[in-house]
């Protein structure tokens, strides 16, 4: 197949694309197979590659795709990644809220069907599971994205409103990962299935390469760096990933992580800051609120967030760590190729706790005690309550 392949001149940047996606399955199942039957495979993972050629001029297979990625003008990585698995691979999603369309993340093939390395269903809805979440936090972040704006009220209507529906938004991407938690295995995919299959196809292709992941989902990092996440280093940590991300991801990123957060600039357009409100007591901070309701919702917001992470720790230990942990207790071991105590680019269950816990401690949770220690009837306890399980009015649809 690779030697009819056309010159990377020939093709469109569109065609280049879907091209990245397909060689990328081909590239990342090449990476694998060689490194688990090839003694010293693991440690040499580029020598995978050394007799594959691509077209009548035998270009190296990693040079044709680099030059291939290139050709795209979109800054992709000279490897598979989340964008080319997840965004280009699926169809477009679009997201509606009150039946109209808040977000929509197009796909780059019309034929109806998802790409996959091996052809079976539960991959398929693993890759559309991910970019129905990615589709969600897009709309979230369409919302609130222009809030960051010099000037923009944190607390006026417009912006209320805004936070009200990225709650909502962000209660249907914690829905749908619960859901899918709760699903008989043949309905999604079944753990050994992403732990010995799936997951082994995120081999390296030369040593120190940015294997796909969840974590180069780039509407969650913006999220975080909107929403702030009090945790050393984390800037750094993201900026590590950029390779693997798209030109105009890490421009946005960078954009982001260089302001204040929101939760910092709405302390601050009411006169305050995280520091004084650790000072305050109940009462100051009743008066506080009372004074600016919008905290409320801002509160719920980050609260959900936080919930939604937790939703998705609880499906990282689901579906890789507690297996691994039992597979370790009953002396199994790993996977010698990617192994299952820890995500693609190294993420630790220990880790993943920590994040959860950070957004969990966001800047408003010192408000946590005021805002569910009223009565439920009076004002803001209930909104705070009333908004927890509030019915969905938002569609995730697959196009097509
Ligand atoms: C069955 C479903 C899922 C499982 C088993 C799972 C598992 C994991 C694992 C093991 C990691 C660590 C990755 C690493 O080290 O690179 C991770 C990270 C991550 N995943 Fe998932 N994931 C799932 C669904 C999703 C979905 C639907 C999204 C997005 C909508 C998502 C977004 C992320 C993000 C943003 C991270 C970085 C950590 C964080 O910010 O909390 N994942 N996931």
Known sequence: MLSHLPEVTQLSPRQAQRLVVLLGFVGASVARHYQ???????????????????GAAEIPFRAYF????????????????????????????????HGEVVAELPGLFDDGRIRS??????????????????????????????????????????????????TVLLATLRKLMVDFAALPPEETMPPEMFMDVFRQFAAHWTPDDIPPSGALDPEALKRDFLLGLAIDGYDQQARRLFPALLDHERAELDELMSGPTLPQRLLAEIGTDEHELRLSDDGDLRRLVAHHPALIDWYRLLAMHARASGAHLMLSKKFLFKPQRRRDEEG??????????????????????????????????????????????????????SGRDAGTPVLVELAG
């Not at 990644?81 to 477009?92: F, P």
């Not at 398929?124 to 972040?141: C, I, M, S, Y």
Request: aromatic fraction near 6%; glycine fraction near 8%; include cysteine.
């Open 332 to 385: 199994i071991g790993d996977r010698l190729l990617v192994s299952n105590r820890a995500g693609t680019t190294g993420m630790t269950e220990t880790f993943l706790e920590r994040v959860t816990r950070a957004r969990q401690n966001h800047a408003l949770a010192l408000l946590r005690p005021v805002l569910i220690a009223e009565s439920p009837d009076s004002g803001p306890a209930t909104a705070v309550r």
């Open 66 to 97: 680099a030059a291939l990625a290139k050709h795209t003008g979109t800054g992709h990585y000279d490897r598979d990644s989340y964008a080319s698995l997840v965004r280009w691979n699926v169809g477009t999603i679009r997201v509606r809220l």
């Open 117 to 166: 390395y091996t052809g079976t269903v539960g991959e398929e809805r693993f890759f559309l599971l991910v970019k129905q979440g990615e589709a969600v936090e897009l709309a979230v972040n369409e919302l609130l994205c222009p809030l960051t704006r010099e000037r923009a009220s944190l607390i006026g209507e417009d912006a209320r409103h805004r936070v009200r529906e990225a």
């Open 36 to 54: 688990e039957h090839v003694t010293g495979g693991i440690e040499h993972p580029e020598h995978a590659f050394d007799r594959l050629t691509v």
